[in-house]
């Protein structure tokens, strides 16, 4: 996202709350979430509208099944049950 602007720093907090509601924030602008396909296609959707295509850039990643198996920590191991609700 692109950040020099107000604007930019607007739209990377409303994309943050978008993805808020379908994961877990495990670092400043890395989000976990475990989602069928078709909550990847409206997360897909909703992220779209956030953005200014021509001046941010966002990447997801899809990690196989087993998520254990593909997914690797260093350092600090925080333990998150994405499955359980969530209280902010």
Do not use: N, W
Request: aromatic content about 4%.
């Amino acid at each position: 996202m692109s950040t020099e602007s107000a604007a930019g720093r607007r739209r990377l907090h409303r994309v943050a709350k978008v993805c808020e509601a379908y994961g877990q924030r495990v670092q400043k602008s890395v989000f976990e979430c475990i989602v069928t396909p078709g909550q990847l296609e409206q997360l897909r959707h909703r992220l779209r509208k956030e953005i200014d295509e021509g001046e941010d850039s966002l990447r997801i990643y899809r990690l196989q099944e087993p998520r254990e198996r593909y997914l690797q920590v260093l350092g600090r191991q925080v333990v998150l049950d994405l499955h359980d609700p969530l209280v902010l």
